[in-house]
C-alpha cells in the first residue's frame, strides 16, 4: 500500500481523535477506515487505544453507511502508483468529498467551482428501422404494437421492444430491422429467439425479426451486452467490422467502438469463440478477448467483470485509464464533443461514478485530481 495513502489516513486519524477534524473529514475517515482495519503497516503505527477509540466510534457509522440501500461510497480517485500524492475521491448520496494534505484551500475551490452550463445524462433512446425502410423514434412511440413483419409482432414497452413470432404463422421470408442508439441513449431488446440485448450510446444491431435458418446471426457496431437464449442446434453469432463471436447460449460483452485502440469481448458466463480473419481464440468466464489492430488477439484472465458491463448497470467505471479513455465514454453518454488543449494529462484514473447525474457533477470528481474542463455549449474543453 502506498506510504503516501498511509499517512494521509493517520493524518485525517490525527485530526480525528483530537477533535479538530472537520465534517468532511470525519465522513471520508469513516468510509476509508475498513481499507487500512486489517493492514499491517497501518496497525504497527496505531496505538492499542487508538484503535479502541477509532473502533468505537466508527463501527456504527461504518455500518450504517455500509448497509444504506442506495448511497453506498462510489470512489473516484488518481492513481497513487502515478503520483506521490496521495489523493481520494469519493461521492456519497450526491455530494464529493475530497482529501489532498498539500493544499486544503485548492479543494474547496474545486468543490466550489460552477459550469456555466450544464448537460443532462443520457436517457432511453432508440431508432427502430424496419425492413421496409420505415423509422420509428421509439422514445417517441407509445408502448403497444408497433408493426408486424413476416408474421412476428414487435411490442414496445417502455425502454425495451421485443419480436415475438405471431400464433399460427410460419416465417420463411427474412426480414431484417436494425436498431440504432444516438449518442445519448441506450435501449434493450429481446430478439425473435428470446435473446436478450442491451445497447449502449452510439450503437446499432442489424438482426432478422426471425432466425429461419441453420444460425442465428446479427451484426454490431458500438457496443451491446448479450444474454443469448440457448439453442444448441443453431449457434449464435455476433459480428462486427472486425470479428465474429459464436456462442450456443452465454451472457458476454462486447466494446467494438471504431474510436477505440481494440475490439474487446469479455465473457460473464459459458463460453464463447472470438475469430477475426487472422487468428481465432475461445475464451471462458472471466476472461477477456483483445482484438488488436494487427488482427491477432491477447486474452485477458481473471478480469473484474463487472467494469466491462458498468454502463448497463448506470455506472462508469475504470481501472487505470487514461482520461482520454475516461472522456470518450462520456462523449458518448452525454453526446458531446471533446477538445483537448495544451499537453494532454498523463495520469491514470479509477474508481466508479454513476451515469445518472448531470455532466458537471462528474467533471467537478475528476477536476479535483488536477484536470481542469470548460463547457462551452456541447464541447467539453480538456487543460491539464
Known amino acids: 500500500m502506498s506510504p503516501e495513502l498511509i499517512k494521509a489516513f493517520l493524518e485525517l486519524k490525527k485530526n480525528y481523535l ?25 496497525l504497527a503505527q496505531l496505538s492499542g487505544s487508538e484503535i479502541e477509540i477509532l473502533e468505537s466510534r466508527l463501527k456504527g457509522a461504518i455500518t450504517n453507511r455500509i448497509n444504506a440501500k442506495e448511497n453506498k461510497p462510489v470512489p473516484f480517485y488518481r492513481s497513487y502508483f502515478i503520483r506521490a500524492a496521495a489523493i481520494v475521491i469519493f461521492a456519497l448520496a450526491g455530494t464529493f468529498y475530497f482529501y489532498n ?13 460552477a459550469f456555466k452550463t450544464d448537460i443532462a445524462p443520457g436517457g432511453n433512446k432508440a431508432v427502430l428501422t424496419l425492413a421496409n425502410g420505415a423509422k420509428v423514434i421509439l422514445n417517441n412511440a407509445k408502448n403497444g404494437d408497433i408493426s408486424n413483419q413476416g408474421g412476428t409482432s414487435i411490442l414496445k414497452q417502455d425502454s425495451l421492444i421485443s419480436y415475438k413470432a405471431l400464433a399460427g404463422a410460419n416465417a420463411t421470408e427474412v426480414s ?18 428470446g435473446t436478450k440485448v442491451w445497447l449502449n450510446a452510439a450503437s446499432s444491431l442489424r438482426f432478422p425479426t426471425a432466425f429461419t435458418g441453420k444460425d442465428r446471426t446479427v451484426e ?11 439453442n444448441k442446434d443453431k449457434p449464435f453469432n455476433v459480428k462486427t467490422i472486425s470479428q465474429t463471436v459464436q456462442v450456443l447460449g452465454t451472457h458476454f460483452n462486447i466494446n467494438a467502438y471504431s474510436n477505440e485502440a481494440n475490439v474487446k469481448t469479455t465473457l460473464l458466463e459459458g463460453s464463447v469463440t472470438v475469430s477475426s480473419p487472422n487468428a481465432s481464440v475461445m475464451i471462458s468466464p472471466g476472461q477477456q478477448a483483445v482484438l488488436g489492430k494487427n488482427g491477432t488477439f491477447e486474452v485477458k484472465h481473471d478480469l473484474d467483470t463487472d467494469e466491462a458491463v458498468a454502463w448497463k448497470n448506470g455506472i462508469f467505471q475504470f481501472k487505470e485509464a487514461d482520461i482520454q479513455t475516461v472522456m470518450r465514454q462520456i462523449s458518448r453518454w452525454y453526446d458531446i464533443d471533446v477538445s483537448f488543449k495544451g499537453k494532454i494529462p498523463t495520469d491514470l484514473y479509477g474508481g466508479k461514478i454513476s451515469r445518472n447525474v448531470n455532466l458537471s457533477q462528474v467533471l467537478k470528481i475528476l477536476e479535483l ?11 467539453i474543453i480538456v487543460t491539464s
Open 176 to 193: 431484417y430491422n436494425t436498431i440504432t442508439i444516438p449518442k445519448g441513449g441506450q435501449y434493450q431488446l429481446v430478439l425473435a429467439d
Open 101 to 113: 494534505r498539500h493544499n486544503r484551500q485548492q479543494v474547496q475551490l474545486a468543490e466550489n467551482k
Open 369 to 379: 485530481s488536477g484536470v481542469n474542463f470548460t463547457i462551452e455549449g456541447r464541447t
Open 220 to 230: 454490431l457496431t458500438g457496443e451491446a451486452y448479450f444474454e443469448v437464449a440457448k
Open 18 to 42: 483530537n477533535g479538530t477534524a472537520t465534517a468532511d473529514e470525519i465522513q471520508l475517515l469513516e468510509q476509508y477506515y475498513n481499507l487500512f482495519a486489517d493492514e499491517p503497516d497501518v
